[in-house]
């Protein structure tokens, strides 16, 4: 049986253009009549963390490892550190634009480490924790933190608070980034 033809166009859209070859559609060049006129993008898709230095902080391999790509792939330079002391060697000798740091951590807990580092740099340090209470949250404000995301969270929660936390840090009258 032969194949049935083709329907017609829509009024006021374009028939996709294929390759006489393969069939394949190839990209047209402009929008449809009547149409909102468009540009090519031609460059890339801005990212949050383009030229942002993060070191995350967390003894737990796996969670470093993800939040080192989905950092990265947000166009951050990530650095990891594993323990507390750690953390504070290299976000005191090192320009971070962020610290994020788990609570519990070997060594030097994240609160104590989080107040040794900003008492020395002004960095933006967001606390990580698998613990949601109100007291919690308290206490790393207390250690200078300028933020505290609860585990577990999505990699789309982690930007998106992120983006909040250093906006807010980076408006005039702000003591913290």
């Not at 390759?19 to 540009?39: E, F, K, M, N």
């Amino acid at each position: 049986m032969p194949a049935p033809p083709p329907a017609p166009p829509r009024a006021g859209r374009r028939s996709p253009v294929r390759d006489p070859s393969s069939g394949a559609r190839i990209a047209t060049a402009g929008p449809p009549p009547g149409r909102l006129r468009w540009a090519p993008v031609t460059a890339e898709t801005p990212r949050p963390f383009s030229g942002r230095r993060i070191l995350v902080v967390d003894d737990t391999e796996e969670l470093s490892d993800i939040l080192r790509f989905v950092l990265a792939r947000e166009g951050a330079e990530v650095d990891v550190a594993a323990d507390g002391h750690t953390a504070v060697q290299r976000a005191t000798e090192e320009p971070f634009d962020v610290v994020l740091m788990d609570v519990g951590l070997p060594g030097i807990d994240g609160l104590e480490a989080c107040r040794r580092i900003t008492a020395v740099r002004d960095v933006t340090v967001v606390m990580l924790s698998a613990r949601h209470a109100a007291a919690d949250r308290e206490a790393g404000a207390a250690a200078g933190a300028a933020g505290y995301l609860p585990k577990p969270f999505a990699p789309r929660t982690l930007v998106a608070e992120l983006r909040e936390i250093l906006a807010a840090a980076e408006r005039p009258g702000h003591g913290g980034g």
